[in-house]
């Protein structure tokens, strides 16, 4: 007769700070700073640091245009953005053991998973450059943002040769890129 069972939990751990600045309501600045660990990563790679940066001019605010009934609104803008991802199992960076039943009834403990102690977040990069533009009291609005979202040190499941007795381990594998523009006219009568 065999007895079995599992369990399994994760946490996390974060800390972040936050510094803004506006100055006469032209020139916007925020910065972000974000430490994150996981117990779903081993020691070598446990925290992650990730930041965040948006600036902005927020030109209707000048003295060129601050008195235009033409212009209502214009702001360029620029966004750098960092996120982690620690979405896996919670073990997949540990070398587990399982028991079997041995030929002749005898009972054996055998490796069931590699070890990967550099097992790290996937980091999310997202870069931003913005134009707001209003006519006629916002009347008229035009959005116009050019982005890059890159995905990298992707959390992938690596084949291994059947000869290593194991099929697979976890890994920071690739990198993942989209770049698009996104482009809104809006208007209201």
Excluded at 37 to 44: A, C, I
Aim: aromatic share 14%.
């Amino acid at each position: 007769v065999g007895v079995g069972g599992a369990w399994s939990a994760s946490a996390t751990f974060s800390q972040f700070g936050k510094l803004g600045y506006t100055y006469k309501g032209r020139y916007i600045f925020n910065y972000t700073i974000r430490r994150d660990g996981s117990s779903r990563f081993g020691l070598n790679k446990k925290y992650g640091t990730f930041q965040s940066v948006q600036v902005a001019w927020n030109a209707k605010e000048e003295s060129f245009l601050k008195s235009s009934n033409t212009v209502s609104d214009l702001k360029l803008r620029y966004s750098f953005g960092q996120a982690g991802n620690d979405q896996i199992g919670n073990t997949l960076y540990a070398q587990l053991y399982g028991a079997t039943r041995l030929y002749g009834g005898s009972s054996g403990i055998f490796p069931s998973q590699l070890a990967n102690p550099d097992l790290s977040w996937e980091t999310r990069e997202e870069h931003n450059i913005g134009l707001d533009l209003g006519f006629f009291k916002n009347r008229i609005s035009l959005t116009v943002d050019a982005y890059r979202k890159t995905n990298k040190d992707l959390l992938l499941a690596r084949s291994l040769y059947n000869t290593t007795g194991f099929t697979s381990i976890t890994q920071n594998l690739g990198t993942i890129e989209n770049k698009g523009v996104e482009i809104l006219l809006a208007g209201t009568p």
